[in-house]
């Protein structure tokens, strides 16, 4: 009986220590979870507060460029207006007479005049009134050719600042596209649409490709470090159902994307697990996985006799390099 209590209380010491044990790797897990999605969340914050302050540099330069339009527009109406009345003939202020042609004379009484006067007052009231037109007209074509070259040199301007704020409008949204783009492409990573994209990444060597072909079953298929199954295929809107074991554990994935990747994180590798769908047909599916070429335990296995630290690269007492001396005189 009482090694019968002994051996009760050994076996309830030992399911302590297991249950004790699973606890604490189960928080680790948690904290490691937490973590990881904390840094995520952060990064991802980051990169929307890029995007919007780029988006809001744009917007201030399509403001000011249409501005800067408008003005342009109306320094052009304006200048086509001051070309307009420059090149318009004057002929009436030619025909109408002159008004110094009834002061310039002398008011003599009609009856006295003879014919022969009459005839020689009208060439001189012309004679009078030809300077004076001229005089007029040299007057106010400096006045003009300085309000046209005054417009030319604004609309020069205005041009100027035009060509400089398009310019900045399209580097922003240079910049912008090459942000949204470098965002997307550190969250999805490369996806490989076509076979001859899979083995251009794999020609790279930094992960492992596995191609599969799955058709609708409740069967498991082993690829690569993964075990899918295909439990929906839907052509029309081009996406899909998986169910999968990653150590262990089933999990499911519905309503996937074509071309979106699945990140999976595994115990025994360092990077995450990905899985990517580049052609769905009816009840079957073509894609690959691609997983990290080397486990953590072979990077360092592999990477620790090269390291060198780079004290032990220099001498303790480098050399002083000497001054040179001054030639003698």
Known sequence: MHEHQESNGHNQNVLATAWADANRWLMIAVVALLGIAAVAFAYGLHQQSMVRELTAQTATSHAALNQMQGQLNAVTAKLNDMTTARTSPQTPAASTPPPDASISEPSVDSSAKTPETASTSTPIA???????????AKRRAPAVDKKYVQLESQLA?????????????????????????????????????????????????????????????????????????????????????????????????????????????????????????????????????????YKPSELTAVG??????????LPANPPVPSQPQEPQR
């Not at 012309?126 to 007029?136: D, L, W």
């Not at 490369?190 to 490709?209: F, N, Q």
């Open 126 to 136: 012309s004679a009078k009134s030809a300077p004076a037109k001229r005089h007029v």
């Open 157 to 293: 301007e205005q041009q100027k600042q035009l060509k400089e704020t398009q310019d900045e409008v399209a580097k922003n949204r240079s910049d912008l596209e090459g942000t949204i783009t470098s965002t997307r492409d550190d969250l999805n990573g490369s996806i490989a649409k076509t076979h001859d994209e899979l083995v251009a990444l794999e020609k790279r060597g930094e992960r492992s490709y596995f191609e599969f072909d799955l058709s609708k079953s409740k069967q498991f298929q082993r690829v690569g470090p993964l075990t899918l199954s295909l439990r929906k295929a839907d052509t029309k809107h081009k996406s899909y159902d998986v169910a999968m074991i990653v150590d262990d554990n089933e999990l499911q994935k519905k309503k996937v994307n074509l071309y979106e990747p699945i990140w999976i994180h595994t115990e025994s590798d360092s990077q995450p697990v990905q899985i990517i769908v580049n052609r769905i047909d009816k009840d079957t599916v073509h894609g690959y996985i691609s997983a990290p070429k």
């Open 304 to 313: 620790s006799p090269s390291v060198t630290p780079v004290s032990t690269k």
